[in-house]
Nanobody, 125 residues
Framework: QVQLVESGGGLVQAGGSLRLSCAAS????????MGWFRQAPGKEREFVTT????????YYADSVKGRFTISRDNAKNTMYLQMNSLKPEDTAVYYC??????????????????WGQGIQVTVSS
C-alpha cells in the first residue's frame, strides 16, 4: 500500500502563487510516475501535470502550461506543484496520484493506482 498526503493548499488572490506538496509513504519503491489532478465544483476531475519518477520527464495540461511547474525530490518521496499566476478558474480540489508500472503518455493522463485525499485551492478574483 502507498499513502499520499497533500499539503499547501489555501486561499490566494488572482495572480498569486501557491506551492502544493505530496508526500508518499509505504511501499513507494518502483513508482513510475506521480501526477496532479484537480476537480472543480460540478466538473469532472481533470489532469493537471505528471512527472516520470526516474527520468523527470513532465507533461502538462494546456491550461496550466507556463504557469505551473511540477517537481520531485526522490530522496524524500515528495512531489511538488508550484502554481504561479493563479486564476479563479484554477479553484478546485487538487489531488496527487501515483502510478506503478509503465504507462504510455496518454495513460498518464488518467491511469493511476493510488490517490491522495485532496486539498482545496481557492483563487479569489
Amino acid at each position: 500500500q502507498v499513502q499520499l498526503v497533500e499539503s499547501g493548499g489555501g486561499l490566494v488572490q488572482a495572480g498569486g502563487s501557491l506551492r502544493l506538496s505530496c508526500a508518499a509513504s509505504g511501499r513507494t519503491f518502483g513508482v513510475y510516475a506521480m501526477g496532479w489532478f484537480r476537480q472543480a465544483p460540478g466538473k469532472e476531475r481533470e489532469f493537471v501535470t505528471t512527472v516520470k519518477w526516474i527520468s523527470g520527464i513532465t507533461y502538462y495540461a494546456d491550461s496550466v502550461k507556463g504557469r505551473f511547474t511540477i517537481s520531485r525530490d526522490n530522496a524524500k518521496n515528495t512531489m511538488y506543484l508550484q502554481m504561479n499566476s493563479l486564476k479563479p478558474e484554477d479553484t478546485a480540489v487538487y489531488y496527487c496520484a501515483a502510478a506503478f508500472g509503465a504507462r504510455t503518455p496518454p495513460e498518464l493522463k488518467y491511469d493511476y493506482d493510488y490517490w491522495g485525499q485532496g486539498i482545496q485551492v481557492t483563487v479569489s478574483s
